[in-house]
């Protein structure tokens, strides 16, 4: 059965910084794409950024600049490094996985931008 831990969200001020993790474990099969999703009160859930096995990476724009996602194969872990956070990037942060051809979700992390 797989299993996603994310954790590192939190409270910061405007301009702080948070860095999001996301370890998988029981994955039978190979992790393929993992990303970060977000989701702000009364909104859809969006990607944030997404990242390939080989490393390939996507962000969409406005966070281009300010967030870096990143991947240790070794540790099933993804990262997501957030600079110069927006009092608009206050959202619940989910990690997700591909593997095996099936995507898997974590339960989510409160990010909170706030002075």
């Known amino acids: 059965q797989v299993r996603i831990v994310e954790s590192g969200g939190g409270l910061v001020q405007p301009g702080g910084s948070l860095n999001l993790s996301c370890v998988v474990s029981g994955s039978r099969f190979s992790i393929s794409r993992m990303g970060w999703y977000r989701q702000a009160p009364g909104k859809q859930r969006d990607v944030v950024a997404r990242?390939?096995?080989?490393?390939?990476?996507y962000n969409i724009d406005s966070v281009k600049g300010r967030f870096t996602i990143s991947r240790d194969n070794a540790k099933n872990t993804v990262y997501l490094q957030m600079n110069s956070l927006k009092p608009e990037d206050t959202a619940v942060y989910y990690c997700?996985?591909?593997?095996?051809?099936?995507?898997?979700w974590g339960q989510g992390t409160q990010v909170t931008v706030s002075s």
């Open positions: 997700n996985v591909v593997s095996g051809g099936t995507g898997y």
């Open positions: 990242i390939t096995s080989g490393g390939e990476t």
